[in-house]
């Protein structure tokens, strides 16, 4: 079993709809990212969570500290936003090992 | 300006040989790092560096040497290639030495077939 677990695997949505990815986690960590690659490949970093909450135009991400849990927020979702979303932690024990969930495939459909 | 290159884009080389991967950031980063994503699309953490210094290798075979000249660089070489080593291969830079500190930049990424 993966420490870093991501669900659904697949969604498939229609275009305006709010999309939810949730991350869950079973190590301790210091950080988690979340992070969207394109088809074409190229991984961008959205956020880095700590604590809380941090919303960056239509995408909003939480993460709850104690339930070991993370959630990724698209409001309004458009095609673009159609992408592999992959959670990640750094963990705060051993030798800072980076672990990563097994991503999500987000389609837009128009 | 690209702000973390990684050369070549493509690489398609035969089972048996040894080549490398460049990889540059402009970003002024104390800290580097290889990651390999395999055909599932599963990233996975290789080695990391830190100021020229070797900080996370990540069970990798030692046919896989990575070479930092100074900070802004960090090299891939990997000897007598197996067809289990392809993959797409990330470059990623970040300025803290755990992630925690901020937000990291990836490369956009070497795709290596081996034959």
């Known amino acids: 079993k993966n420490e870093v677990e991501q669900s659904p695997q697949n969604l498939t949505a229609q275009e305006g709809e709010f999309i939810t990815i949730n991350c869950s986690y079973s190590?301790?960590?210091?950080?988690l990212h979340w992070l969207q690659q394109h088809p074409g490949g190229g991984i961008v970093s959205l956020f880095m969570?700590?604590?809380g909450k941090k919303k960056h135009g239509r995408l909003i991400a939480t993460i709850n500290i104690q339930e070991k849990h993370s959630s990724l927020h698209i409001t309004a979702s458009h095609p673009r936003d159609s992408a592999v979303y992959i959670c990640?932690?750094?963990?705060?024990?051993?030798?800072?090992?980076?672990?990563f969930g097994t991503g999500t495939r987000l389609t837009i459909i128009p | 300006d690209t702000a973390v290159s990684q050369t070549p884009k493509y690489l398609v080389t035969q089972m048996g040989n040894d080549k490398s991967i460049k990889c540059e950031q402009n970003?002024?980063?104390?800290?580097m790092y290889w990651y390999k994503q395999d055909s599932k699309k599963f990233l996975k953490i290789m080695f990391s560096?830190?100021?020229?210094?070797?900080?996370i290798n990540e069970t990798v075979p030692n046919r896989f040497s990575p070479k930092s000249p100074d900070k802004a660089h960090l090299n891939l070489h990997i000897n007598s290639l197996e067809l289990g080593d392809s993959a797409v291969y990330f470059c990623a830079s970040s300025q803290e030495r755990r992630w925690a500190g901020s937000g990291y930049t990836f490369g956009s990424g070497t795709r290596l077939t081996v034959v």
């Open positions: 990640a932690v750094v963990s705060n024990f051993g030798n800072e090992k980076l672990t």
């Open positions: 969570l700590s604590s």
């Open positions: 560096y830190n100021n020229k210094e070797l900080i």
């Open positions: 190590v301790g960590i210091s950080a």
């Open positions: 970003l002024g980063h104390d800290t």
